[in-house]
């Protein structure tokens, strides 16, 4: 992924009620999916992985 928004493969029919993300080598971008133009997060990308394996019980 560099840059490009992605939703959840766990998303439902339109995916609309999730959020997406984007990686870039200097941050990880995060939005609501239904706000594209809206406000968003950067986060660096060790926080990210901090955050995904502490969801994914890590």
């Known amino acids: 992924m560099s840059g490009e928004w992605r939703?959840?493969?766990y998303s439902q029919g339109e995916g609309d009620q999730c959020v997406?993300?984007?990686r870039l080598?200097?941050?990880i971008r995060i939005r609501d999916s239904k706000r594209k133009d809206g406000p968003h997060l950067a986060i660096a990308p060790s926080t990210w992985s901090a955050f995904?394996?502490?969801m994914?019980?890590?």
Do not use: D, I, T, W
């Open 7 to 9: 939703k959840s493969s």
């Open 20 to 22: 997406e993300v984007a």
């Open 25 to 27: 080598p200097q941050a």
């Open 52 to 54: 995904v394996a502490h």
């Open 56 to 58: 994914l019980g890590g």
